[in-house]
């Protein structure tokens, strides 16, 4: 398999990936790993152990959580909600939002920086 994060400009070579099977599950962790990487926005696949997540914080720009697999809390300015695999949820600019994995979950964020 070939490293789906290229260099600055250079594109990936194609080649069919599953994406829960690049980023692994570690015990008492939360792993994360960029796909893709531009000035447009990013990719960036994570793995949370059970129990595990992001602390309340805010970003810029809008970003598109895709669960993988298992099941999470997302709060969005205060509100929760729970997504499982193959489900999606928007995380919209300048909104505060935290995630806890309800049982190990992987998702694949995307920020859109435009």
């Given at each position: 398999m070939t490293d789906p994060t290229p260099s600055a400009g250079?594109?990936?070579?194609?080649?069919?990936q599953r994406?829960?099977?690049?980023?692994?599950?570690?015990?008492?962790?939360?792993?994360?790993?960029?796909v893709i990487k531009r000035p447009a926005g990013t990719v960036t696949l994570f793995a949370f152990d059970q129990g595990e997540g992001l602390s309340e914080h805010t970003a810029p720009f809008d970003a598109l959580v895709h669960?993988?697999?298992?099941?999470?809390?997302?709060?969005?300015?205060?509100v929760p909600y729970h997504v499982g695999a193959g489900e999606m949820i928007v995380l919209p600019a300048h909104q505060?939002?935290?995630l806890r994995a309800l049982a190990r979950f992987r998702m694949m964020l995307v920020m859109v920086r435009s």
């Open positions: 250079v594109a990936p070579a194609p080649e069919v994406l829960a099977d690049l980023v692994p599950y570690q015990a008492g962790s939360v792993v994360s790993r960029t669960v993988l697999d298992g099941e999470a809390e997302v709060r969005i300015a205060g505060a939002h935290a």
